[in-house]
């Protein structure tokens, strides 16, 4: 299959799931999350209009419409009565919430490196470990953007209770990190293949 087609049912696939959502979102007066459907609109209109600009690939473009879907299921579909957000995968230890987080800076941490590869002194780009540091802190960052956008949602919205508390907070930034570890290891031993 054409990289064009591909990118296309992402796009079209992400406009369905946004679009029932929002409809969703409207109908059950969940403004939390139309708030999250109009900043993944944007984030959609900048990809798609800047996508080549970006050379994003279609791997990482899908590593996005996974992201995009898992975060609009976590927020409007329930299993039984909890919220897929606040569902346990491993009792007590891992929940779908730590899933999404960690994918998502997985996936922000490829796109990071693939921007700054060009543009990295190759001291850096050759030294594994300031390169791995370098990933991790912008993820970090992204993640921490994540938190305030999280934050203006609990102080326009009121909820507070469905974003959680500061140790909810802290396990994201925990497994964000986390998902970043991941992505550098993946990154380098990538690069250790095409030499």
Not at 24 to 33: D, G, L
Request: net charge positive; charged share 15%.
């Amino acid at each position: 299959m054409e990289e064009s087609t591909k990118l296309k049912i992402m796009l079209y696939f992400t406009i369905a799931y946004l679009l029932f959502f929002t409809i969703n979102s409207i109908i059950k007066q969940n403004y939390e999350f139309l708030y999250y459907s109009l900043i993944m609109s944007l984030i959609i209109i900048i990809v798609t209009v800047f996508h080549k600009k970006l050379h994003l690939s279609a791997l990482m473009i899908s590593g996005l419409t996974l992201l995009g879907a898992m975060h609009i299921f976590g927020g409007n579909i329930y299993i039984g009565a909890t919220r897929l957000y606040d569902f346990w995968i491993i009792p007590e230890i891992f929940k779908y919430d730590n899933l999404t987080h960690a994918i998502g800076i997985f996936v922000a941490t490829i796109i990071s490196y693939n921007l700054l590869h060009p543009h990295l002194d190759k001291k850096i780009i050759h030294n594994k470990f300031f390169l791995s540091l370098v990933l991790i802190l912008i993820a970090s960052g992204i993640g921490s953007f994540n938190e305030i956008l999280e934050l203006f949602a609990v102080i326009l919205f009121d909820v507070a209770k469905e974003v959680g508390n500061y140790l909810n907070n802290a396990f994201d930034l925990v497994f964000n990190l986390i998902g970043s570890i991941i992505a550098c290891f993946v990154i380098i031993r990538h690069r250790s293949k095409k030499k």
